[in-house]
C-alpha cells in the first residue's frame, strides 16, 4: 500500500500510484504495446493497462522498502564501525608503551654496537696508520 503523497493532486488515481520516477505511464505502457505486437487498438481502460498502475504501486513499495534497509545497514555499519575503531584505540594505546620500550631497546642495542665497532675500527685505523708510517720510515731509512 503506498503511504507517501505525491506533488501530484490526490483526486487523479493515475498519479497517486505512478508516483514521478517510478516506472512508466499507462501511456507509455500502450505505446509499447502497440509498438511490440503491432496492435492498433489499445484504450486507456484496457484491462492489461492496470497491471501498469500496479506494477508502478510496486515499484514505488520496493523503493521505500530499499530506502529504508539502506537507513537501517547504515546504522549499522556506523555503529559496528564506531566499535571498531574504539577497539583498534584500545588496543593502539595498550601496545604503544611495549613498542616504545622494545623501540627504545633496539636503538640503546644497536647504539651499542655502533660504539663497539666504532672503538675497532678506530685502533685499526691507528693501528695501520702506524704500520704506514713505520713503512715509510723504513723504507726510506734503508736507501
Not at 566499535?83 to 613498542?99: C, G, H
Request: proline fraction near 4%.
Amino acid at each position: 500500500m503506498i503511504t507517501e503523497t505525491t506533488s501530484q493532486t490526490p483526486q487523479d488515481p493515475i498519479s497517486m500510484h505512478c508516483p514521478t520516477g517510478y516506472g512508466m505511464s499507462t501511456e507509455q505502457a500502450a505505446a509499447l504495446l502497440r509498438a511490440a505486437h503491432q496492435t492498433r487498438n489499445i484504450e486507456p481502460d484496457d484491462p492489461i493497462l492496470m497491471t501498469v498502475t500496479l506494477l508502478n504501486a510496486y515499484l514505488a513499495e520496493t523503493d521505500k522498502m530499499v530506502d529504508r534497509h539502506n537507513k537501517a545497514l547504515t546504522k549499522i555499519l556506523a555503529a559496528q564501525v564506531g566499535e571498531y575503531v574504539r577497539a583498534v584505540q584500545q588496543v593502539s594505546k595498550e601496545l604503544t608503551p611495549a613498542l616504545s620500550s622494545a623501540a627504545l631497546i633496539g636503538i640503546q642495542s644497536a647504539y651499542k654496537e655502533f660504539r663497539i665497532s666504532h672503538i675497532w675500527l678506530t685502533a685499526i685505523i691507528g693501528v695501520s696508520a702506524v704500520i704506514n708510517v713505520a713503512a715509510f720510515v723504513a723504507l726510506h731509512w734503508y736507501r
